[in-house]
């Protein structure tokens, strides 16, 4: 009978044939665990009577969600971590600055293709981007995983998602990963395995905005299909059943916005042009890397933002900050008036590095907009790509970014002149 990615992963991981339903324990190839939740990690694992996690060189440990540390409590919190990592003599280990914890462990390396690995972060998802069965849990599953180096499983159903065609220039993968969470909803993927068609190929930090999304669809893994580390026996199967199949042609694909306060509110650009926003951040583990800072960079260029408008700019690794640094990028950005902030997950999650403050409009490229996801719960949150972050720091408004990627520099900033003129005194911060 033929079998989805889940099914072939679990079946294999866990020595025994298993369909979509089944329950399986399977082993971990690795463990990632954060600051945010270790107290509660710590604390299971005590209840569990276990001292020791199973296997020191399998567990990956990083300071990302709050860091540097905005605190004396989450310092104090820091700072046991470290301790533990010590005691634990955990080799791979990232402190404040690193950046976060998803982007590095694919970019390092540590998502063995084929494997199962457990996280500390919803987010999790993301592994899939080379293959693995990756998923977030709480801290209790985690602690169960620490200690006996295994956990256990519903084997999920499938959602097949399948591309075509080609993305035209100012759209990329972001807006077609918001089309998906348009058409599947919020719910829609619940405790699925979403698989990726006709996307192998493309670069590694776009599959993991792919992958990292599913979570926004309430999916337990998502998987991209035929991707270059994947080895041969990693494909679904033809005529593998799934829940539901869901086709986006990219050819005909407009920018994407998702509209406050849900993730699943998505909108084409054209019907959010002119909403002011009174912050631009461009970042998180779905949008920090190089190629993001580089289509932001393409805009802003010689220009600089407006001033009714802050732009906060964070490295999803410090690899890519470093390659941003060595390629000009960084100094583009930094010249038009970003703020950057050191790697990792910065005001994504409204606990450090520049939160919201009531009323305010944030253009963000992170994947919530929940009402107090990035601070106040009376901030506005809109989700873009970074072509369109670029467009809002520039202008003041959402507005498509098409129309200054095709123009002449004179027809540009005549059509800058005219979108700062047309917010007026709109916005929070005005």
Known sequence: MSKTLAEKILSRTSGRDVRAGDLAIVPVSRVMVHDSVIDAVMAGLRDLGKERVWDKAKVCVFVDHAAPAPTPVVADSHRVLREWVRAQKIPTFYDAGEGVCHQIMVEEGYCEPGTVIVGS????????????????????DVAVALALGRTWLRVPDSIKVSFTGTLRKGITMKDAIMRVVREIGTDGARYACVEFHGVGDLPQGD?????GMTTEMGAKAGIVVGTPEAPDWLWPDPGAAYLREVTIDLT?????????????????????????????????????????????????RGRRIDPRVRLEVVPASRRQFELAMQ???????????????????????????GVLAGEEVCLSTANRNYRGRMGSPNANIYLGSPFVAAVA??????????????????????????????????????
């Open 327 to 353: 390629d000009g990028t960084m100094q583009i950005l930094s010249a038009a008036g970003a703020v950057i902030g050191s790697s990792g997950c910065g005001p994504c999650l409204g606990r450090t590095g």
């Open 393 to 430: 720091a520039l202008t003041g408004v959402i507005d498509d970014p098409r129309a200054y990627l095709e123009s002449s520099d004179r027809d540009f900033d005549a059509l800058v002149e005219r979108r700062r003129a047309e917010r007026g005194d709109r916005g929070a911060a005005s």
């Open 207 to 211: 599959r993991i905005t792919l992958t």
């Open 121 to 140: 972060d919803s987010h999790s998802n993301s592994y899939g981007a080379v293959g693995a069965f990756g998923a977030g849990m709480g801290a209790t």
């Open 252 to 300: 005909t694909l407009e920018p994407q916005i998702a509209v406050p306060p849900r993730v699943d509110q998505v909108i084409d650009v054209s019907a959010a042009i002119g909403q002011p926003v009174d912050i631009v951040f461009l970042g998180s583990c779905t949008n920090g890397r190089l190629v993001d800072m580089q289509q932001a960079a393409s805009v802003l």
